[in-house]
């Protein structure tokens, strides 16, 4: 009967229009168009290749952003050596007067001597979760962009007071403060020189970092404009959709009771 597809054709309509409604709900809750994959099969599987792109390049972010960590503890931690080195300096310098008084030279020494076991414990300080950093271990590979395959090789010299040579230096003497001033120098030139180095992977590792996170902010943008909704035009849609849901409603239970008094009147005829 035509009446009878009406009512199916009713049926399965506003059975499509709950689903669009539901969709276009969830779209607007979440902020996402593509709540799954059916509602725009390529478009998903470009928006899921950005997202991991995305996601990959924030990560090579907070790993650079790690290694920077650790590199400014090291430069703190190379920073006291250097002025404790100057002071070290100051005490040969003292001590190369050929008139201070034995006893003078003991208590330089003595201060010397504990300005050395201060580097040592600088060096054993200097540590970034539980890694020594001024031991001459500390060598990692921190990246450069989000592939895996371009990284910047880090490696921090060996501050400790026998990779400096001032394990033997004695100032006791005048001529043990005068060659002491040339290893002391020598000591402050390797310490500057690796700060110069430690400053410059800085430098490169936060400018990798910051050409990661535009390209991550384009990434994201691109990502947004395949799978973000747009809320006006889906609001849109949503209200269309309800007002057609109410309406199909209302002809489904017209169409009903169409059918409910056809099929009466069939039974009461002779």
Avoid: C, H, W
């Amino acid at each position: 009967m035509r009446i009878g597809n009406n009512y199916l054709n009713q049926t399965n309509r506003l059975s499509n229009l709950s689903n669009l409604l539901l969709q276009r709900s969830q779209q607007l809750s979440s902020g996402n168009r593509l709540i799954n994959s059916a509602v725009d099969p390529a478009g998903f599987s470009m928006a899921q290749r950005l997202n991991t792109q995305f996601r990959s390049a924030y990560q090579a972010v907070r790993n650079i952003y790690d290694g920077i960590g650790a590199l400014n503890v090291a430069d703190q931690g190379i920073s006291s050596i250097n002025d404790t080195i100057g002071r070290m300096r100051e005490l040969a310098v003292r001590a190369a007067n050929d008139t201070l008084p034995e006893e003078a030279r003991s208590a330089i020494q003595e201060e010397f001597n504990q300005l050395r076991q201060g580097i040592t414990d600088t060096v054993r300080n200097t540590e970034y979760n539980n890694q020594q950093l001024l031991n001459g271990e500390f060598q990692v590979k921190l990246p450069l962009d989000a592939s895996g395959r371009n990284n910047l090789n880090v490696e921090i010299q060996d501050m400790r007071p026998e990779a400096l040579n001032l394990e033997n230096i004695d100032l006791t003497t005048q001529e043990g403060a005068e060659a002491a001033l040339t290893v002391i120098d020598n000591a402050a030139e390797q310490v500057t020189n690796t700060r110069t180095q430690v400053g410059a992977y800085v430098n490169r590792l936060g400018t990798a970092a910051e050409n990661l996170l535009n390209a991550a902010e384009n990434t994201g943008a691109a990502e947004e404009r395949i799978a973000g909704t747009d809320m006006a035009k889906t609001m849109a849609e949503y209200l269309r959709n309800q007002n057609l849901q109410q309406m199909t409603s209302m002809l489904l239970t017209q169409t009903g009771q169409l059918n409910a008094t056809s099929i009466f009147n069939i039974l009461q005829s002779p």
